[in-house]
C-alpha cells in the first residue's frame, strides 16, 4: 500500500510568519505552496520552493482566490473566466520558481473557499481543470475525494490524485464541514491519527453524525498552520511506515 502525505506550507508574509514548515518537510512528501493570492509572497515562494528540493518533496502550486485578508477561506463572486485566468496566473508564477530551482512542479491544489467551491460547483470545477491543463498538463491535480474537481480533472485528460484529510470532519455526504461550525477541526493527536488509519487501512471515514463513509484516497492533507502539525506528521508518518505503508510523493515512480 502506498500514500502521499500532503501539507499547506509557504503562507508566511512579509514579516508574519505563519505555520511549522522548516519542521514539517521532513516529514511530508508532497508541498502545496500558496501562490501569493490568499497567503505567500514572492520571497516566501523562493524559499519554500527551495526547502523543498532540498528535503526531496513533491512541489505543488496552491492558488486560491485574491482574498489575503480572509485568508481564500471566503467565496468570491467570480465568473469562470475569472477563476480560470486567476488559477493560471498563480500556476505560471510558481513554476517559474521551480524551473529556477530545477524541481518539477508534481501537482496543483487549489485552496480553501475556491477547493470547496470546485468540489461542488461543476462550472467552478471546469474552469479551475481547464487552467491547471493549459498552463501544467503534466501534474496532477488534487482534489477532494469523489469531488466534482476530481471528476472535471479526469474529464479534461488530468493526473487526479484524490484526497482525505487527516484533521477535518467530514459530513455525510463527504464533503468538509465548514470550519463556521464547532468542532469541524480535529485537534487531539488520538482522533487524527485514528482518522488517518480508517483512510489508510479500511478507506472509510467517520462522519459528523457517526456515520461510516467509504473513502478512498492517493493523500492525505496536512494543515501547515495547525497545532503541533509537525510533531503529529512525525508520529503518523512513522506509525504508517510501521505498518509497512509506503509513504512516497505522488509523483514519484516506484
Request: with cysteine; proline share 3%.
Amino acid at each position: 500500500m502506498r500514500i502521499d502525505l500532503n501539507a499547506d506550507v509557504g503562507e508566511s508574509f512579509g514579516t508574519f510568519k505563519i505555520g511549522e514548515d522548516n519542521e514539517l518537510f521532513p516529514h511530508i512528501t508532497s508541498a502545496n505552496i500558496a501562490c501569493g493570492f490568499h497567503a505567500g509572497d514572492f520571497n516566501v515562494m523562493q524559499e519554500t520552493v527551495k526547502r523543498a528540493k532540498e528535503h526531496g518533496v513533491g512541489v505543488g502550486a496552491h492558488p486560491g482566490y485574491p482574498d489575503l485578508q480572509g485568508f481564500g477561506r471566503r467565496v468570491l463572486q467570480m465568473a469562470p473566466r475569472e477563476i480560470y485566468n486567476c488559477v493560471v496566473y498563480q500556476i505560471g508564477a510558481l513554476r517559474i520558481f521551480c524551473d529556477i530551482h530545477g524541481v518539477p512542479l508534481q501537482h496543483v491544489k487549489p485552496h480553501g473557499a475556491l477547493y470547496n467551491a470546485a468540489a461542488e460547483n461543476t462550472v467552478v470545477a471546469e474552469a479551475v481543470a481547464e487552467a491547471v491543463y493549459d498552463s501544467a498538463a503534466d501534474v496532477y491535480l488534487f482534489g477532494l475525494t469523489n469531488s466534482e474537481l476530481v471528476k472535471a480533472g479526469q474529464k479534461i485528460g488530468l493526473k487526479t490524485a484524490s484526497e482525505a484529510f487527516a484533521d477535518r470532519v467530514y459530513t455525510d455526504d463527504g464533503r468538509l464541514c465548514s470550519r463556521l461550525l464547532p468542532n469541524a477541526v480535529l485537534n487531539s493527536f488520538d482522533d487524527i491519527l485514528g482518522q488517518v488509519k480508517e483512510i489508510v487501512f479500511n478507506k472509510r471515514v467517520k462522519t459528523q453524525s457517526g456515520q461510516w463513509l467509504p473513502m478512498k484516497a492517493d493523500t492525505i492533507c496536512f494543515h501547515g498552520d495547525g497545532e503541533n502539525v509537525a510533531h503529529h506528521t512525525m508520529l503518523i508518518r512513522k506509525a504508517l511506515e510501521e505498518a509497512r505503508i509506503l509513504v512516497e510523493s505522488i509523483g514519484k515512480e516506484i
